[in-house]
């Protein structure tokens, strides 16, 4: 099992590097953190206000680079070639979420110090982004397991790319749409960035966040069963 995921993580390194595409967008929120700092520099509390705008495309943008590899996969036939030699699903899920993982967590780290944002409560502040990362990862991976070309999985995405990248901004600009949010999975983040340090994981939308989590996990459960009975 060790020897497939190593030899699996390698695979994924490789078809990472060699698109460049994909090379592309997992420096996207760099590139957006530049941009906006850039239009922002004179606004007083600017790095703030660009920290909570980059943060939802971490997930948004680098998780999208999986239905985009998944489906490539399959219309190339290699899914099937790897689990046709015994690699088993849950192997190749974490094989293709690890490094897109990796790279979000970097960021949540990196982000504060290059924007020079106080974080109050790392572990909170790490907590709920990771879990909503998590949560986002695994619904892009199932969305991409329905499909069978690259353009289906491409707009099936779409609307979870939508909902990390617009909900949040709009919460800003409604109270009913933020209360819509607090159910939703960035919920627990529209509300870590309201108040920051005294965000609580007692808080209702932390709960609904791991509800979401499991939820997901239950979707993901599903699609691979339906897979395996289609196979």
């Known amino acids: 099992m060790f020897k497939r995921l190593q030899a699996l993580l390698w695979s994924r390194k490789e078809i990472l590097l060699a698109n460049k595409q994909t090379s592309i967008m997992m420096v996207f929120p760099l590139m957006f953190a530049g941009i906006y700092s850039f239009i922002f520099r004179d606004m007083q509390g600017a790095n703030k206000m660009v920290f909570t705008m980059i943060l939802p495309m971490l997930t948004a943008m680098i998780g999208y680079l999986l239905p985009i590899l998944i489906a ?16 088993k699903y849950e192997e190749y899920i974490f094989s293709n979420i690890i490094i897109p993982f990796i ?37 892009y991976t199932a969305v991409a ?8 999985a491409s707009m099936a995405a779409m609307p979870i790319m939508m909902v990390n990248l617009m909900l949040p901004i709009a919460g800003w600009t409604s109270e009913t749409i933020s209360k819509i949010t607090d159910y939703t999975y960035m919920g627990a983040f529209g509300q870590w960035r309201e108040v920051r340090g005294d965000y609580a994981l007692t808080d209702k939308t932390f709960f609904i966040l791991l509800i979401w989590l499991v939820i997901s996990v239950l979707i993901a459960g599903v699609v691979i069963r339906r897979n395996k009975v289609i196979e």
């Open 72 to 87: 490539e996969e399959v219309e190339k036939n290699n899914q099937r070639s790897l689990l046709m030699a015994g690699v």
């Open 145 to 152: 397991l329905l499909c069978d070309t690259q353009a289906k």
């Open 103 to 139: 790279v979000v967590l970097i960021y949540l780290i990196a982000l504060p110090f290059l924007l020079r944002v106080s974080i109050e409560n790392w572990g909170t502040y790490l907590l709920v982004n990771i879990v909503t990362t998590i949560v986002v990862f695994i619904l």
